[in-house]
């Protein structure tokens, strides 16, 4: 390749990753905040257990973000399934989930911590250790590169208006 062209390269490269990123960062940012409320109501004002009130938040959370992921952060890139690619996600996420349980858990439980702020701030730190995890293995594994083998092929599995122009 010529130098004209791997810069091209590269420029374009570097724009599909900036998309991904920053709309991971506003998805991711949404799905935070419904994770966050969602424990917070169900913790502090409805007086479920620690545990499963962040079990239910996160799932509400995960489901918002796949769509968004699907349909937006990822919207590019090749469509392998929707089976195949919302259990690999389910999968990844039930991952992160359980670090994040077992986050919460060892404040609550080993460390004796009742306070809604503390368990709050344990449950940030398990999110902001999973939102990591998450990005690179939803590029790695569950929305795959356009010129990868597994892509579907056909436009029956596009969805129309929601994939951006090259």
């Known amino acids: 390749m010529n130098a004209p062209g791997t810069l091209t390269a590269l420029r374009k490269a570097w724009r ?3 998309k991904e990123v920053s709309a991971f960062g506003v998805v991711g940012g949404l799905a935070f905040v419904l994770d966050l409320a969602g ?3 169900l913790y502090a004002h409805l007086g479920v257990g620690a545990v499963t009130a962040k079990l239910i938040s996160t799932l509400l959370s995960v489901t918002a973000a796949f769509l968004g992921h699907r349909y937006w ?3 590019h890139r090749a469509r392998t399934g929707l089976r195949r690619e919302y259990t690999l996600f389910a999968v990844i ?3 992160t989930l359980l670090l994040g349980l077992a986050v ?3 404040v609550r439980y080993p460390l004796g911590q009742e306070s809604a702020v503390v368990l709050q701030l344990a449950n940030i730190g398990s999110i902001a250790l ?3 995890v998450r990005f690179v293995s939803y ?3 569950v929305f795959l590169r356009p010129d990868h083998p597994s892509a579907v092929d056909g436009e029956e599995h596009a969805t129309p208006g929601l994939r951006p122009a090259a």
Do not use: D, K, P
């Open 16 to 18: 599909v990753w900036l």
């Open 39 to 41: 424990f917070q109501l």
């Open 73 to 75: 952060s990822f919207s």
């Open 93 to 95: 996420n039930g991952l």
């Open 104 to 106: 919460v858990w060892f």
């Open 130 to 132: 999973g939102t990591v």
């Open 139 to 141: 590029r790695q594994w």
